[in-house]
C-alpha cells in the first residue's frame, strides 16, 4: 500500500503501556509480548535449520512466524513485559484496595447504625432512670404523708382517750405510768 511502510519488530513492542489499563487487557498484552519474546529467541542458526536454506528471505520469515533477533530487541521486549507484569500488580493491588475499600465502608455504615441504636438506648435508659427518679420522691411525699396523717390520728386517739377517761383514773393511770 503506498505511504505505509514495514513494520519492523522494534516498533511493535514499544515500552509503553497499552492505553486500557484494565486487567484483562494487561493481561492479554503480557501474553501477546511473551509470545513475542519466544519468537525473537530463534537465532539464525535456528532459522536456517528450519527453512534448510542459507539465507531466510522475509516471506519465508513470515512463513514461519520468525523474527531475526535484532540488537537490542530482546532486551526491549523483556523490559517491556517487565513494566506489564508490574502494571498487573499494581491493578491486582489496586482491585484489592478498592474491595477492602468497600469493605471498610460497610463496617464505618454499621459502625454509625450502632451508635445510633446505642444514643438510643442511651436516651431511652435517661428517660426512665428520670422516670424512676420522679417515682422515688413520689413515694418518699406519700411515705411522709401517711406518716404525718398516721401521727395526726394518732394524736388525736389519745385526745379522745385522755377525754373520754374519768378524772381519777387519768391520775392513777398517769402515776401507774409514772411509776412504772
Known sequence: EPGTRNQT?????LPYPPPDYSLQKVGNEILIVSIKIIKMS??????LRRTQKKCTPTHLRRKFGLLVRHKGCTKRAHAY???LQTMLKFLKLNAYLDELNDKTDVILAEM???KAE???????EEEVIAELETTESEIKELE?????MLQKHMEE????????LPEDRALTGTQENSSS
Open 112 to 114: 454509625r447504625e450502632i
Open 42 to 47: 530463534f537465532t539464525r542458526k535456528t532459522i
Open 9 to 13: 519488530p522494534n516498533e511493535s513492542l
Open 81 to 83: 513485559l517487565q513494566n
Open 144 to 148: 411522709k404523708t401517711f406518716e404525718d
Open 118 to 124: 446505642q444514643e438510643e438506648l442511651n436516651a431511652e
Open 157 to 164: 386517739a389519745i385526745a379522745r382517750d385522755l377525754m373520754n
